[in-house]
């Protein structure tokens, strides 16, 4: 069972309220010179020239003050509580920097992503976290990039085999 913050909760049971829900994403990669972070919410200027908007949170150890949360304009499908699937999202990000969008598609091995829900209001209170994912893909182009994630596949899990010796099994060494 997840913990919800009290104003989450009385955001989510009023009719209209004015708290709006913010999603955060963490790259990181070892082909990264920084991770990169971005937002769905363009509440907070950062800087003027040139226009730039984000989210000031301290999740996952961020500085609020040197490393925001870029807004990017995302649409997202988090991942499911299914016991039967695996854990798996997909996030489509229009009008990213070209930037940005040369780094997600130039990484060659799986990343790994962070996601969290927050409210405007309270940036530093995660309401859902998803840690620890893997990027599947980066397909797109400056316009717009999808990137499919998903937990590490339990194909890929290390499972250290016994050797079949006389000090691990005697019975079978009668």
């Not at 104003?7 to 990181?28: M, Q, T």
């Not at 082909?31 to 937002?39: G, K």
């Not at 990027?135 to 797109?140: D, K, L, P």
């Not at 990137?147 to 079978?172: H, K």
Request: proline share 6%.
């Amino acid at each position: 069972m997840r913990r919800v913050s009290i104003n989450a909760r009385r955001a989510f049971d009023a009719e209209l309220s004015g708290e709006v829900e913010v999603a955060l994403f963490r790259f990181e990669h070892a082909s990264l010179a920084q991770p990169i972070l971005l937002s769905t919410d363009p509440t907070t200027r950062i800087s003027t020239d040139p226009l730039i908007y984000g989210t000031r949170s301290a999740w996952m150890g961020a500085d609020p003050a040197t490393e925001p949360y870029l807004f990017v304009l995302a649409s997202a499908e988090i991942p499911g509580d299914q016991e039967d699937a695996p854990a798996a999202a997909t996030i489509v990000l229009e009008n990213v920097t070209n930037e940005i969008a040369a780094q997600l598609r130039a990484i060659r091995t799986r990343a790994t992503v962070h996601m969290a829900v927050v409210l405007a209001s309270t940036p530093d209170v995660v309401e859902v976290e998803f840690r620890h994912h893997k990027m599947i893909s980066a397909e797109g182009d400056a316009a717009e990039v999808s990137i499919s994630m998903s937990r590490q596949p339990i194909e890929e899990e290390y499972a250290p085999m016994d050797r079949m010796t006389r000090d691990r099994f005697p019975g079978l060494h009668r």
